[in-house]
């Protein structure tokens, strides 16, 4: 039972990639007159509004989704991580800007930043990236500052310190390798939260955009047709919970074996 989110979750990550191959139509082929079938042997989730194979725009439709939500955490943890650092390490004036600042943010609901971000921007992936990782970037550097000011006053960070060791040095060979565990289970954590808040934005259509064969923008399209055709919502919400799913549970696992404060998780 503990493999089988890794397993799930290397299966979508391998049929997102594999997609080309594995799907039976091109995900944008229009074909106005198999609008709306049911599940047939072609089409085995059936087709869409504009006659779109729905199963294959469902191999396609984490995608991007997923690099995006990937690449932004991947992103905010590298801020997060770096602005934590400097907070608690060096404390004084610099501690209390980056925690003021950290506090507007965290004062502000999340949905609501990414969404003036994505608004002002416009729509696309960069426009997502930047919102989310605007958004993102807090969570890491509270965690990273509180564990910054307990390893500063360790014992070999004042032995580096005395033998002129530089703090760019201590962070990276000292500092870094002891939040390994932390950073970790947050950034596994954060990606679900993140394909979520990917898939919100591009619902609001602020997101990724059509034809673009993406979950989110599958489940918006689907809405006037729910009640006569609800695999075509019914499909894409399912990967989108699966994924988020999976990942949860590999950082609720990591979290356990690592033995890491589970405080952490409360930052996100």
Do not use: C
Not at 55 to 84: D, E, K, N, P, W
Not at 123 to 150: C, D, H, K
């Amino acid at each position: 039972m503990e493999a089988m989110p890794f397993m799930i979750l290397g299966a979508i990550v391998l049929i997102t990639i594999l997609a080309p191959l594995l799907a039976p139509f091109d995900p944008e082929m229009i074909d106005m007159q198999n609008r709306l079938s049911a599940p047939t042997a072609a089409h085995i989730l059936g087709t869409d509004s504009l006659g779109r194979d729905t199963f294959s725009r469902v191999l396609y439709g984490g995608r991007q989704s997923i690099l995006l939500a990937f690449a932004a955490t991947l992103i905010s943890m590298g801020i997060g991580t770096a602005v934590g650092f400097v907070a608690g390490y060096y404390g004084g004036k610099a501690d209390l800007l980056i925690t003021g600042i950290s506090n507007v943010f965290l004062g502000i609901p999340g949905v609501s930043i990414m969404v003036a971000f994505a608004g002002v921007l416009g729509p696309g992936m960069n426009s997502l990236l930047i919102a989310v990782t605007v958004n993102s970037w807090v969570g890491f550097s509270r965690i990273v500052r509180g564990e910054v000011m307990q390893l500063k006053h360790a014992n070999f960070i004042e032995g580096m310190k005395s033998v002129g060791a530089s703090d760019g040095w201590i962070f990276i060979r000292h500092v870094l390798p002891n939040l390994s565990d932390s950073l970790i289970i947050l950034f596994a954590t954060k990606v679900g939260s993140v394909v979520l808040s990917v898939a919100s934005l591009s619902y609001l259509g602020l997101g990724l955009q059509p034809p673009a064969p993406d979950w989110a923008i599958m489940i918006s399209d689907a809405r006037p047709y729910f009640r006569e055709h609800p695999l075509l919502m019914a499909a894409p919400g399912a990967a989108i919970i699966t994924f988020v799913w999976s990942v949860h549970a590999i950082g609720d696992y990591m979290r356990d074996k690592l033995d890491v404060n589970k405080g952490a998780n409360d930052a996100l």
